[in-house]
């Protein structure tokens, strides 16, 4: 079955950092882009930024630029989303999300701008 | 970036029908044909329920339908069903300062 499987749950304390997960099943892996979403308690979603895994391209929503990192490892078929130093705000729910790939050119694949396919999610809790 | 304003709340009788709006810029919402919408109930992840302003994947049923008009989109479940109770997003491409997404506000539809 084709799928986004996240890591489990975190709980972490303020300052600390941390890598979450999201591994791709049964699919091309380097053919389609990943993104990440984070929905905060009661709240909507919120865009965090987009790799392709084929080259590490990466745009970042200005909104999260430099709080976060976005990386692959094409090689086990997983996209990480990272912080350094976690702060009590950055308590959420995270999603990867995968957009259909609109087109492939020249060795690169181009997202389409709907997500298809989510993991189920990763519930990141930062207290003291 | 601004998230696309949609309404809080959206509700109806079973058999009714419930139109959410969605209402973005020239940038995002009026520029392209990119606007999608995104079912979501509690402790779940969203499901893509229309893309490219109408289109439905496989697999949803047809009382869903998109549109738009100018810079707002529209999503009008027919038929309401128990079951169509949850939260809905729209989102769009967007070609401003390198976004490429952005989502909506959120509607809650509750089915009377």
């Known amino acids: 079955e084709v799928q986004l499987v996240q890591s489990g749950a975190e709980v972490k304390k303020p300052g600390e950092s941390l890598k979450i997960s999201c591994k791709g099943s049964e699919y091309s892996f380097t053919s389609y882009w990943i993104g990440w979403v984070r929905q905060m308690p009661g709240k909507g979603l919120e865009w965090m930024g987009i790799i392709y895994p084929g080259d590490s391209d990466t745009t970042y929503s200005p909104s999260f630029q430099g709080q976060v990192t976005i990386s692959v490892d094409k090689s086990i078929s997983t996209a990480y989303l990272q912080w350094s130093s976690l702060k009590a705000s950055d308590t959420a729910m995270y999603y990867c999300?995968?957009?259909?790939?609109?087109?492939?050119?020249?060795?690169?694949?181009?997202?389409?701008?709907?997500?298809?396919?989510w993991g189920r999610g990763t519930l990141v809790t930062v207290s003291s | 970036q601004s998230a696309l304003t949609q309404p809080p709340s959206a509700s109806g009788s079973p058999g009714q029908s419930v139109t959410i709006s969605c209402t973005g810029t020239s940038s995002d919402v009026g520029g392209y044909n990119y606007v999608s919408w995104y079912q979501q109930y509690p402790g779940k992840a969203p499901k893509l329920m229309i893309y490219?302003?109408?289109k439905r994947p496989s697999g949803v049923p047809d009382r869903f339908s998109g549109s738009k008009s100018g810079n707002t989109a529209s999503l009008t479940v027919s038929g309401l069903q128990a079951e169509d109770e949850a939260d809905y997003y729209c989102s769009s491409y967007t070609g401003s300062n390198n976004f490429r997404y952005v989502f909506g506000t959120g509607t809650k539809v509750t089915v009377l």
């Open positions: 999300a995968r957009p259909a790939t609109r087109y492939c050119s020249g060795g690169s694949c181009y997202p389409n701008w709907y997500f298809d396919l």
């Open positions: 490219e302003v109408y």
